[in-house]
């Protein structure tokens, strides 16, 4: 069974800069696509940013245009950990952020969609006021 922990939310200061780890058990890390989703209050569940093996010796980044320039995903294969560095963190970047184990190989489109999620960690709260 996949297991998926999330660790290092906490409440920050606008402009601050927090780094998330998500510790993956149970499953094949090292090919598969993994991910970052966030929900904020009364609100969707939406992506954040993917990383994907493309095929060869390396991993694509994905991000969605609110965070692109100010986040960072990373994965270590020796630990098994999926990391988010958010830096420049704003006040709408309040959420519960969720790690996410893609199904398979998601083609592109699909990397946006929760629906393309097999497992889902149990989330850690990212908040950003002064």
């Known amino acids: 069974q996949v297991q998926l922990v999330e660790s290092g939310g906490g409440l920050v200061q606008p402009g601050d800069s927090l780094r998330l780890a998500c510790a993956v058990s149970?499953?094949?890390?090292?090919?598969?696509?993994m991910g970052w989703f966030r929900q904020g209050l009364e609100k969707e569940r939406e992506f954040v940013a993917a990383?994907?093996?493309?095929?060869?010796?390396?991993?694509?980044?994905y991000y969605s245009n609110p965070v692109k320039g100010r986040f960072t995903i990373s994965r270590d294969s020796a630990k098994n950990t999926l990391y988010l560095q958010m830096n420049s963190l704003k006040p709408e970047d309040t959420a519960l952020y969720y790690c996410?184990?893609?199904?398979?190989?998601?083609?592109?489109?699909?990397?946006?969609?929760?629906?393309?999620?097999?497992?889902w960690g149990q989330g850690t709260q990212v908040t950003v006021s002064s």
């Open positions: 996410a184990r893609y199904r398979g190989r998601p083609i592109l489109s699909g990397l946006w969609s929760p629906g393309s999620v097999d497992d």
């Open positions: 149970g499953g094949t890390f090292s090919t598969t696509a």
């Open positions: 990383s994907r093996w493309n095929g060869g010796a390396a991993f694509n980044s």
